[in-house]
């Protein structure tokens, strides 16, 4: 099963990207936690795909999604943004793993040409690179791709080991 940030946003208007007030934002915020908390119970190991929008989250969510996995395609920026995520597979007592794509700013504006260019850098100002000391069981970190046409990011891999 597959959580995306975008199609609660497409449900729940105006999202994030472009809301006008910080109670749009906490809206999608918590539509997605309520997500997330009902989802977890029927799993058994959730994955966060996290990264810039247009980074390929939602390539690489379609690619590992299986039974019995929830894949949470979100952006999470920050470690505030991710511990409610956190929090709901530890209360589930299932393993949550994480994987950052980082993908060029440029690569990202390419793919995702409607969200404005300060809104991208906005969200990459605040991106925190997720640590395995947030609670995640492991943590993968993906180079994304540099062609603004391949979705593919078979680069280099690193995990953390902290």
């Given at each position: 099963?597959?959580?995306?940030?975008?199609?609660?946003?497409?449900?729940?208007?105006?999202h994030v990207r472009g809301a006008t007030?910080?109670?749009?934002?906490?809206?999608?915020?918590?539509?997605?936690?309520?997500?997330?908390?009902?989802?977890?119970?029927?799993?058994?190991?959730?994955?966060?795909?996290?990264?810039?929008?247009?980074?390929?989250?939602?390539?690489?969510?379609?690619?590992?999604?299986?039974?019995?996995?929830?894949?949470?395609?979100?952006?999470?920026?920050?470690?505030?943004?991710?511990?409610?995520?956190i929090r709901a597979a530890r209360r589930?007592?299932?393993?949550?793993?994480?994987?950052?794509?980082?993908?060029?700013?440029?690569?990202?504006?390419?793919?995702?040409?409607?969200?404005?260019?300060?809104?991208?850098?906005?969200?990459?100002?605040?991106?925190?690179?997720?640590?395995?000391?947030?609670?995640?069981?492991a943590v993968c970190y993906i180079q994304?791709?540099?062609?603004?046409?391949?979705?593919?990011?078979?680069?280099?891999?690193?995990?953390?080991?902290?």
């Amino acid at each position: 099963m597959i959580i995306s940030g975008d199609k609660i946003a497409q449900k729940n208007r105006p999202h994030v990207r472009g809301a006008t007030s910080k109670h749009a934002a906490k809206k999608h915020l918590a539509a997605l936690r309520a997500e997330t908390r009902a989802a977890v119970e029927k799993s058994r190991s959730v994955v966060l795909i996290m990264g810039l929008p247009g980074a390929g989250k939602s390539t690489h969510a379609a690619a590992i999604d299986a039974p019995g996995l929830l894949v949470i395609d979100t952006c999470a920026p920050t470690p505030a943004h991710r511990e409610p995520l956190i929090r709901a597979a530890r209360r589930a007592k299932i393993p949550i793993d994480c994987v950052f794509i980082d993908t060029p700013i440029r690569v990202c504006e390419a793919r995702r040409p409607k969200i404005p260019q300060a809104e991208l850098y906005t969200i990459k100002a605040k991106l925190a690179r997720p640590r395995k000391s947030e609670g995640f069981r492991a943590v993968c970190y993906i180079q994304g791709s540099h062609d603004e046409k391949k979705t593919n990011t078979t680069h280099a891999i690193e995990g953390d080991r902290s």
